[in-house]
């Protein structure tokens, strides 16, 4: 350890000199002395506008923390991302398990996310310590430390509860006095307008607790002290926080939504993950730009700590009770989610595939990866959740015509065609139908006799001596429920070139 030291700062003086040789040079010159004195008049006129300045500290202290603590900075996505894939995978297979993991995972990666932030505060301020030392010393306080998020989540859990038990109230009056509150402006203008208030509220309450989190993080005070600096620290510098903050929340909403549309639970997991990220970011760049001002301790109020208690297990108990609802309606409310996915990504612009050896084309969406395993054999695939059981994906196999298997299906009438006792494999038909003049039989089909029960809905057509079979196969739920408009928009897609 000592040898790399001793070379790394060899290194360093070596590169120094360097660099005050050729910088000298340089100078001698009378066209870079110009650039040189321009370039300073321009620094020095820019710094001097107040935002700029802040953006010009805010970009120097991420990079000063990306390369001075890179390896913590590891350390905690390496202890903190799996948590979030592994919640992921329990709500897919285990929503029980998911609701019973969510907030211990939760205040465990709070912790990591806290131990780094007191690691970057100690060493900024020349102390030696350890990142291990760090989560022991914020565990010690991590029950004050975690307050304000608390109060945060519970606020917000039950504010929007509180918001549409008042908007399932009016549209329980309007029903009483025989009034369409669907089509009324008057009930449409209150329940945007209280929206409105909310979102302001939630806001506004996000900035005061994440500032407040990072003072009782730094400093040895109470949570009515840390509230109340938080609240001065943001009032003296009300512009800037306003401006980051509501760039943070566009931005994160943003990001978010279009990594839902695109990837469904797994986007929504990853856009959570990283606006959290940015936003603890964001929270302590501030605190370190705009420090909070001291108060005298007797200006303090230290009464109410039972009132944020209280509200802390109001929050729980909702959680609770939210938890065992969503357990209840959990399939009726997966099914709708797909559904939702399902048309947007059906109203999205298609890749247009194209197969000139067996004269086919068709549309698919542009999230779905090809794999092309030779000319008869393509895979369409997506994996929406990132887990094991949330792949989708369309295969397309051209075989010779089979005019027994075909006869069979195309023969039979619609409901269970065949059933394999042993494996419990089920194939049944759906209808009869065509495709550009071919004879197609639609079925499906049930692979019961794996780890995951795989779901198929197939579209067999006929043309000459081949047989096309397209399949839409899922391991999660049945495709034709599930994905029924995006596949159909394949289907309708589907032209033979030839």
């Not at 008057?186 to 209280?194: A, E, G």
């Not at 399939?331 to 996915?341: K, N």
């Amino acid at each position: 350890m000592g040898d790399i030291q001793y070379i790394n700062a060899l290194v360093k003086a070596y590169l120094s000199e360097k660099k005050k040789k050729y910088y000298g040079i340089l100078l001698k010159s009378p066209t870079f002395f110009k650039l040189v004195t321009i370039l300073k008049i321009v620094w020095q006129t820019f710094i001097k506008i107040p935002l700029f300045n802040v953006l010009v500290f805010f970009i120097a202290n991420t990079l000063k923390i990306l390369i001075h603590c890179y390896s913590e900075i590891f350390i905690v996505f390496a202890l903190t991302f799996p948590t979030m894939i592994l919640l992921l995978n329990w709500f897919q297979t285990a929503v029980v398990a998911f609701f019973i993991g969510l907030i211990p995972f939760l205040l465990f990666d709070l912790i990591c996310f806290s131990a780094l932030y007191y690691f970057i505060k100690q060493k900024a301020a020349g102390e030696h310590i350890s990142y291990w030392k760090c989560m022991q010393l914020v565990f010690q306080r991590f029950g004050t430390i975690s307050f304000p998020l608390l109060i945060l989540s519970a606020i917000i859990q039950e504010t929007i509860i509180g918001y549409f038990i008042v908007a399932l109230f009016f549209s329980y009056v309007f029903g009483i006095i025989n009034i369409a509150f669907g089509s009324s402006i008057f009930y449409w203008f209150v329940i945007v307008f209280l929206g409105f208030l909310v979102a302001v509220g939630i806001f506004l309450l996000s900035m005061v607790l994440y500032q407040a989190y990072f003072l009782l993080l730094f400093e040895k005070i109470s949570l009515q002290q840390a509230l109340k600096l938080s609240r001065l620290q943001i009032s003296t510098n009300l512009r800037y926080f306003l401006l980051f903050y509501v760039l943070l929340y566009i931005i994160s909403a943003f990001y978010i939504s279009k990594a839902t549309a695109s990837f469904l639970y797994l986007g929504f997991t990853l856009g959570s993950y990283f606006a959290f990220v940015v936003g603890t970011l964001l929270a302590f760049l501030l605190s370190q730009r705009f420090p909070a001002p001291s108060i005298p301790q007797d200006n303090v109020n230290k009464k109410g700590s039972l009132g944020y208690t209280i509200l802390v297990i109001f929050g729980l108990i909702n959680y609770v009770l939210l938890a065992i609802f969503i357990v209840k309606e959990y399939h009726p409310l997966i099914a709708f989610v797909q559904q939702q996915d399902d048309s947007y990504l059906a109203s999205q612009e298609m890749k247009q595939y194209v197969n000139t050896a067996y004269q086919y084309t068709l549309q698919y969406p542009q999230t779905w990866t090809l794999y092309q395993w030779n000319e008869n054999s393509v895979t369409f695939y997506n994996n929406y959740t990132g887990t094991a059981t949330g792949g989708t994906w369309m295969a397309i196999n051209v075989s010779t015509f089979n005019k027994n298997a075909f006869d069979q299906l195309f023969n039979a009438n619609p409901g269970l065609v065949i059933e394999v006792g042993l494996t419990k494999d089920v194939t049944t038909k759906v209808t009869n139908m065509t495709i550009q003049g071919y004879d197609t039989v639609n079925y499906t089909f049930l692979k019961a006799n794996l780890d995951y029960p795989q779901y198929e809905t197939h579209y067999l057509i006929h043309k000459g001596n081949l047989m096309y079979d397209i399949a839409f196969v899922s391991i999660t739920n049945d495709v034709a429920n599930y994905d029924n408009d995006l596949f159909q928009k394949i289907i309708n897609s589907f032209q033979f070139t030839k």
